[in-house]
């Protein structure tokens, strides 16, 4: 009987090494030979899933959008739009040393963006999926409230997107905490009457 | 006669040709060969101003922090505190094609800022000036309208930082025009009273 070999757990086990690698020594010193080391893995094996390093940087990229993606979806599963929307826009403020990690790795995809358009798509289509969903959200919170002209709603949520990137990268740098950090953007989802937020 | 060298001239010229190293190949290539034939000089020349590899990194993220505060003391030199702060504000959000490469640039030293101390320092320095210049500016903009107590007015305060940040990291990854972030941007302020805002 053939073994049976889960092909996504191990190409999911490469990029996580190739994501230690990217943090350790950033994204330009990324090679076959140092994801293998720093994942334990043969090089061979690397190449049976990758062909490219630019192909394994790309999925890396990929990757991190799909684990927010998934950390959200399952926080924000049975609950109301409110508490939805604090997931949505707390969810990249990181809390632990592996969300910390994250948060650096992240950043070496954004700043490599600007020169990489495969990695700049990977991030715009992020980018915009969340703010698709922050004004889907904050209209249906609205709604119960009192009606919103579009625009305005629009021009709310991409402040709200943004206000929790920029909180983010203080966090990044050091120079808040994470609980700080969530009650800033607490307060402000409160007063734009978003109940369920929860620093 | 001894030929006068502009030692500060050469030392800038050496952080632009770094500058550009970081953007086209990322903090991690930097070495003094690639910074050399970036800048069309001497590795000689790099080694007489900056002892290591390390040194001149580091130099390059306090002359980007110098150059971020220069451009802001030029447009808020003699402008009221509304207009500062909205010189504080707006002045990351990258306009011109020079602006967004320093911005990418920003990124890679905040992305390596996670992992390396001397360069944590200097970020989390011009950090916490442009907090505490923004917290005087917001007082000495609302002593004019209304007393607020002290610590709503610094989460105020760095509440506006942060969502500059986001909306710089929107326009950095091609999201968003420099038109429309400066525009959330003065909608904001105008919105907490801010009077000084121009999009």
Same mark, same amino acid.
């Given at each position: 009987?053939?073994?049976?070999?889960?092909?996504?757990?191990?190409?999911?086990? +490469?990029?996580?090494?190739?994501?230690?690698?990217?943090?350790?020594?950033?994204?330009?010193?990324?090679?076959?030979?140092?994801?293998?080391?720093?994942?334990?893995?043969? +090089?061979?094996? +690397?190449?049976?899933?990758?062909?490219?390093?630019?192909?394994?940087?790309?999925?890396?990229?990929?990757?991190?959008?799909?684990?927010?993606?998934?950390?959200?979806?399952?926080?924000?599963?049975?609950?109301?739009?409110?508490?939805?929307?604090?997931?949505?826009?707390?969810?990249?403020?990181?809390?632990?040393?592996?969300?910390?990690?994250?948060?650096?790795?992240?950043?070496?995809?954004?700043?490599?963006?600007?020169?990489?358009?495969?990695?700049?798509?990977?991030?715009?289509?992020?980018?915009?999926?969340?703010?698709?969903?922050? +004004?889907?959200?904050?209209?249906?919170?609205?709604?119960?409230?009192?009606?919103?002209?579009?625009?305005? *709603?629009?021009?709310?949520?991409?402040?709200?997107?943004?206000?929790?990137?920029? *909180?983010?990268?203080?966090? *990044?740098?050091?120079? *808040?905490?994470?609980?700080?950090?969530?009650?800033?953007?607490?307060?402000?989802?409160?007063?734009?009457?978003?109940?369920?937020?929860?620093?």
């Amino acid at each position: 009987m053939p073994r049976v070999v889960d092909h996504a757990a191990r190409r999911l086990e +490469i990029v996580h090494a190739l994501w230690a690698v990217i943090h350790a020594r950033g994204l330009d010193s990324v090679s076959f030979r140092a994801v293998a080391e720093a994942g334990g893995v043969s +090089i061979g094996r +690397i190449q049976h899933y990758f062909p490219s390093k630019a192909a394994l940087i790309r999925e890396g990229c990929a990757q991190m959008v799909a684990a927010a993606e998934g950390k959200y979806r399952e926080q924000a599963a049975t609950a109301p739009p409110g508490s939805r929307l604090w997931a949505l826009l707390s969810g990249s403020i990181p809390g632990t040393d592996a969300e910390r990690l994250g948060a650096a790795v992240w950043y070496a995809y954004l700043a490599k963006s600007v020169s990489d358009p495969a990695l700049a798509e990977i991030v715009l289509d992020a980018v915009r999926t969340s703010r698709s969903e922050a +004004i889907q959200l904050l209209r249906a919170v609205r709604d119960e409230l009192a009606a919103t002209p579009d625009a305005a *709603l629009e021009e709310d949520a991409l402040a709200l997107l943004a206000l929790g990137d920029g *909180l983010t990268q203080r966090v *990044l740098v050091g120079a *808040l905490d994470s609980a700080e950090a969530r009650e800033v953007l607490a307060r402000e989802l409160t007063r734009q009457g978003v109940e369920g937020g929860s620093a």
